[in-house]
């Protein structure tokens, strides 16, 4: 499929996660997966673009051919950041080489996770109940900082911030989104995560009325609710609850991703919508799953003129 495709009504693009295929973190979910199967059936599915998991290449002349061969586009990356403990010089030392790779590869956001302030040891695989928490009176300084560096992240690569709020770090409350958000500049984007907002207990489309303006990046997320009621319950890991399949591909869970059609469809948001799951390979076959999740976005898209009208 050409990177130029575009969902129906509409400018926005899809693309796949390799979280499908292969977990960045639980390293043996998809240990047996190729990096070219993962391409080979994300393009064969129809997608437009995939995001960078642990199995790419991190060299543009070796990572651009093979996903041209593809026809797909990267869609961006994930950027392990730690604004919360350190300085915004410090974060652009560290974020040179992500940031020249998106650069050379077209893409126009970088996706940062915040990963300082976590539980010590092992944060994912930590009860939920351990998450630590920011200071609400650090929260405008934390802000400030990730002004600063979203503003030197577009001057020096022209690329946009795409803040992830994510379980288990610092922005996982709405509470906590909106403080962040709310007291940072522009030059802060906001990546929307359909799952995670789900799996924190809140309504994504509460971010849309509040930052849609600022939404540059977007995740496309189900939810099983019974596997997140356990968890919460019974107060496990966030890697406990991929591993028993909180996490889902759209269609597949309880998520309603009407609010995302509208979105999309009322702003003319161009973005990219990456459809992602963190399952276990084994259990959600990634060709199958991801083959399903397009169809679903793409039958969504193709209701909205009805809807509409």
């Not at 960078?52 to 990572?63: E, N, Q, V, W, Y």
């Not at 039958?299 to 009805?306: C, L, M, Q, R």
Request: hydrophobic share 40%; aromatic share 8%.
């Amino acid at each position: 499929m050409s990177e130029n495709t575009t969902l129906p009504q509409s400018k926005a693009r899809l693309a796949a996660s390799p979280l499908s295929w292969a977990n960045d973190v639980l390293e043996d979910l998809g240990a047996d997966i190729s990096l070219e199967t993962c391409v080979s059936e994300a393009a064969s599915n129809g997608y437009a673009g995939i995001e960078l998991g642990r199995k790419f290449p991190r060299d543009a002349s070796i990572l651009r051919p093979l996903l041209e061969n593809h026809g797909l586009a990267l869609a961006s990356g994930w950027h392990s950041g730690q604004l919360a403990e350190r300085t915004v010089e410090d974060e652009m030392a560290s974020v040179v080489e992500h940031a020249e790779l998106l650069k050379a590869m077209g893409c126009g956001v970088l996706v940062y996770g915040e990963v300082a302030m976590m539980t010590p040891g092992a944060p994912l695989d930590a009860p939920m109940s351990h998450r630590l928490v920011m200071p609400a009176t650090d929260r405008a300084g934390y802000a400030a900082r990730l002004t600063d560096f979203g503003k030197r992240l577009f001057d020096r690569y022209g690329l946009k911030l795409a803040y992830h709020h994510h379980l288990m770090m610092v922005a996982e409350t709405f509470d906590e989104i909106s403080d962040i958000i709310g007291g940072a500049g522009p030059e802060a984007g906001l990546l929307l995560d359909t799952g995670h907002a789900a799996a924190a207990g809140f309504d994504y489309e509460k971010l849309i009325s509040r930052f849609g303006d600022r939404i540059v990046h977007i995740h496309l997320k189900d939810m099983r609710k019974a596997v997140r009621e356990d968890v919460r319950a019974n107060d496990l890991s966030f890697n406990e609850g991929v591993r028993n399949g909180m996490f889902t591909v759209p269609g597949d869970g309880v998520v309603d991703f009407d609010p995302i059609v509208r979105f999309v469809n009322n702003t003319g948001y161009d973005g990219w919508l990456v459809v992602e799951a963190e399952q276990d390979p084994v259990v959600a076959p990634p060709k199958e799953y991801t083959a399903r999740a397009f169809a679903f976005i793409q039958t969504k898209f193709e209701g909205w003129s009805s809807e509409a009208g």
